[in-house]
């Protein structure tokens, strides 16, 4: 594990963001910003009888290059902005195909339309609903590369991680979701 369940509350509690006694979704951007790499991470933090659960697996909380180069939105691409997005998510269907954790509420999200292979964030910041899904990408295994898998969604490596993750929401009968975005760069006390 990079990181702990207690270095994970410290961080939600110093940028003053709810904790749930139940379910906690977390995101961490890496510093590292290489585009077409699960170079990310997400925690899931949760109760099962009473004892505390941390599960990691790694992600992307970035596009991969096919849709920095040719977005999909005459826009840009959309990177999902940090920040914790209480109930914005639910079981539902992604692009009508399978089960995973689709938006439901609004998030806040940048634009990048250089279409280079680089990852731009900061600029203007947009809010609504733009599809920005929690999936996994390879139905069977596991992916080496983003590619096509994320227009800007967070994107499981591994398929049992997601499915793991599903399994949890789905049986803790919740009707939505909080999704927490932090970045490696909020950790650095602990290093």
Same mark, same amino acid.
Request: glycine content about 8%; aromatic content about 12%.
């Given at each position: 594990?990079?990181?702990? #369940?207690?270095?994970?509350?410290?961080?939600?509690?110093?940028?003053? %963001?709810? &904790?749930?006694?139940? $379910?906690?979704?977390?995101?961490?951007?890496?510093?590292? =910003? $290489?585009?077409? #790499?699960?170079?990310?991470?997400? !925690?899931?933090? !949760?109760? =099962? +009888?009473?004892? +505390?659960?941390?599960?990691?697996?790694?992600?992307?909380? =970035?596009?991969?290059?096919? %849709?920095?180069?040719?977005?999909?939105?005459?826009?840009?691409?959309? $990177?999902?902005?940090?920040?914790? !997005?209480?109930?914005?998510?639910?079981?539902?269907?992604?692009?009508?195909?399978?089960?995973?954790?689709?938006?439901?509420?609004?998030?806040?999200?940048?634009?990048?339309?250089?279409?280079?292979?680089? $990852?731009?964030?900061?600029?203007?910041? !947009? +809010?609504?609903?733009?599809?920005?899904?929690?999936?996994?990408?390879?139905?069977?295994?596991?992916?080496?590369?983003?590619?096509?898998?994320?227009?800007?969604?967070?994107?499981?490596?591994?398929?049992? =991680?997601?499915? &793991?993750?599903?399994?949890?929401?789905?049986? #803790?009968?919740?009707?939505?979701?909080? %999704?927490?975005?932090?970045? +490696?760069?909020? &950790?650095?006390?602990? %290093?």
């Amino acid at each position: 594990m990079k990181f702990t #369940s207690n270095q994970l509350k410290a961080v939600f509690d110093k940028k003053e %963001y709810q &904790f749930s006694d139940i $379910i906690n979704i977390v995101g961490i951007r890496s510093t590292n =910003d $290489i585009a077409n #790499s699960f170079d990310d991470w997400l !925690y899931l933090i !949760y109760k =099962d +009888e009473n004892l +505390e659960i941390l599960m990691e697996a790694p992600i992307t909380t =970035d596009p991969g290059i096919d %849709y920095l180069k040719s977005p999909l939105n005459a826009n840009g691409t959309a $990177i999902l902005v940090p920040g914790q !997005y209480i109930g914005a998510y639910g079981l539902g269907l992604h692009q009508g195909k399978y089960n995973a954790l689709k938006q439901m509420k609004p998030v806040k999200i940048w634009r990048d339309n250089n279409r280079d292979a680089s $990852i731009d964030k900061g600029g203007e910041i !947009y +809010e609504g609903i733009f599809g920005i899904n929690i999936h996994r990408s390879n139905a069977k295994t596991e992916s080496s590369i983003v590619g096509k898998w994320s227009a800007g969604c967070q994107v499981f490596k591994r398929v049992a =991680d997601f499915n &793991f993750l599903l399994d949890i929401c789905k049986k #803790s009968q919740q009707k939505s979701f909080t %999704y927490t975005l932090l970045e +490696e760069t909020d &950790f650095n006390p602990f %290093y």
